[in-house]
Every structure is written in C-alpha cells, then in structure tokens.
C-alpha cells in the first residue's frame, strides 16, 4: 500500500476502488518489490525485467 492509498496487485497499480493506474508491460505480474527512500518502486518480474515507478511519474 502506498501513502496515497493506492495498492499493487497481480502486476497492477490500483486505487482501493480498482481502477488501474499503471501495469508492469510485457504481460505478467510482479515478483518481488521494494520501494527506496525517495518512494520510487521497484518491482521485478519473473521474466528477469526490472521496472521502476517514482511519484509523480506520468503514466
């Protein structure tokens, strides 16, 4: 869950309604996460693929 209350799952971010706001691309959901100091997350795929969302970050 992140401060502003938004929630990753099965390789989406979402609202706590559901919306989608962003997705890992390349199919498939995340492996592991891990959110820096700054806030940026990370997540890692199984795929070997390693993405990175900041705050902010346009979609």
Do not use: C
Not at 15 to 38: K, R, W
Request: charged content about 20%; proline content about 2%; cysteine-free.
């Amino acid at each position: 869950m992140t401060k502003d209350q938004r929630i990753w799952a099965g390789g989406a971010l979402r609202t706590l309604d559901g919306e989608i706001l962003a997705e890992l691309t390349g199919g498939g959901g995340g492996h592991g996460m891990t959110v820096s100091h700054d806030g940026e997350v990370f997540a890692a795929q199984l795929s070997g693929r390693v993405q990175k969302f900041a705050a902010g970050s346009p979609d």
